[in-house]
């Protein structure tokens, strides 16, 4: 009884240390904040599916997926620079600035450009995008869009993820309401509930920065992220979020262009529910960059222990999707059970996508971002030459096996890399 005892205490010691530690705790709000915005988002989509017509939920999926697309452009990457460069900083608040400025600069053309060019790379957004206040809001989106992703970062650089809970929170939480409050007003009322709701939560989140960044206030200025390695870095994982969005944000225009706009809703529902799990790799990994950005930490026990908290969540909510995942989507309607069939090849590729995090994270904290690119850009082209290929005689099957296919491609080319990096520098510890 006394060795039971001294057994529990030790594991409740082990498990105090374990909350206790940066790592643990940054992964857990960022893996909290991720499923409970998903989860809120996911009602999103439920009650848009129920109010609002399929072909209105497809168009507006669309619309949703090109303006994440084009808000991970606009960033060029500089959220994921923030995770790396934040941390050893000295003047944050002009680091910061730089960001937020550069942000807003890039989004406004990027989004002019797009609207211009609607007829050549997205002709089922050129009817209802050809309304100037929708297009105005689209603009707005976008930029806030650009926005909330370094701010979120800037959170999780200082390696307090929960306050980023809480800003994404405002979004989806605040969205919901304001979706059902103008479900007449069809594609224009999703884009306008989600809109307002994030630029709500970006703006009084805005004001928390101080807390963490001791004199730090909002002004245009982009002295501070020339003088750092920042946009080489920056650009170069920008360039990767590009090609990687394009394996996901894109496949909702294709199946829309060959199979329809239903079809497209059915996808994004499977694809929603699946990257729940995806999300278990990225808090963590995400987590990972931070603690090896600090001066003074281990990467290498880092790493160990990621793999030690990610694996049995993961599996965990592996088998929850692949038991609920089929009334979940009856919940959306009927039709909507037609995707579940994308969605178990889709929750199959989750342990894939936590072993290919693992070795994208040892690259960034190395600052060697330019492999990481070229891998992701192979992997995306195959992903979307596949389901290209598989739609026409699969439907959105084929645009699920291209999307598992192009992250098992990764996976070979990710240990080549580690090894041609291990020959270059042999006394480099390189922790996977």
Request: hydrophobic share 55%.
């Amino acid at each position: 009884m006394g060795d039971g005892r001294r057994l529990e205490l030790k594991a409740l010691a082990r498990l105090r240390e374990t909350l206790a530690t940066s790592l643990f705790r940054n992964s857990f709000f960022l893996l909290v904040r991720s499923f409970l915005n998903y989860g809120i988002g996911f009602l999103f989509w439920l009650i848009v599916a129920h109010f609002y017509h399929d072909a209105e939920v497809g168009v507006s999926a669309a619309m949703l997926s090109a303006l994440l697309l084009l808000a991970r452009g606009a960033a060029l990457g500089l959220p994921t620079g923030l995770l790396r460069y934040l941390p050893p900083e000295q003047d944050k608040a002009g680091l910061l600035n730089g960001v937020f400025t550069l942000s807003v600069i890039t989004s406004i053309p990027l989004g002019l450009a797009f609207l211009a060019g609607l007829s050549l790379w997205a002709p089922p957004l050129s009817a209802p995008l050809g309304d100037p206040i929708l297009a105005a809001v689209f603009l707005t989106s976008l930029v806030f869009f650009t926005l909330d992703g370094a701010m979120d970062n800037a959170f999780v650089a200082a390696r307090r993820s929960d306050y980023g809970m809480i800003r994404s929170t405002i979004f989806y939480v605040l969205r919901l309401p304001l979706s059902i409050a103008v479900v007449g007003f069809g594609v224009f009322g999703i884009m306008f509930s989600w809109t307002i709701a994030l630029v709500v939560s970006v703006v009084v989140m805005g004001f928390l920065l101080v807390r963490f960044y001791p004199g730090y206030r909002p002004r245009l200025t982009i002295r501070r992220i020339r003088s750092t390695g920042i946009i080489g870095f920056s650009l170069w994982t920008n360039a990767t979020g590009i090609v990687q969005g394009a394996a996901v944000f894109l496949l909702p225009l294709m199946i829309i262009n060959v199979l329809g706009a239903s079809p497209s809703a059915y996808f994004y529902a499977a694809y929603s529910l699946a990257s729940l799990l995806y999300l278990v790799p990225v808090s963590f990994t995400t987590a990972l960059l931070v603690e090896g950005s600090h001066p003074g930490t281990s990467y290498v026990r880092d790493v160990r222990a990621t793999l030690r908290y990610s694996v049995p969540i993961l599996g965990a909510a592996m088998v929850g999707t692949l038991v609920l995942g089929l009334p979940i989507l009856e919940l959306f309607g009927p039709r909507y059970t037609n995707a579940f069939d994308s969605l178990l090849l889709m929750v199959f590729a989750s342990p894939v996508i936590l072993l290919t995090s693992v070795y994208t994270t040892d690259l960034r904290v190395g600052k060697r971002v330019r492999p990481i690119f070229y891998i992701t850009a192979i992997s995306s082209a195959f992903t979307l030459l596949a389901a290209y290929l598989l739609l026409p005689s699969m439907g959105i099957v084929g645009a699920a096996i291209g999307f598992v296919a192009g992250q098992v491609l990764a996976i070979p080319l990710y240990m080549l890399e580690k090894r041609r990096s291990a020959r270059a520098s042999p006394s480099r510890v390189v922790a996977s």
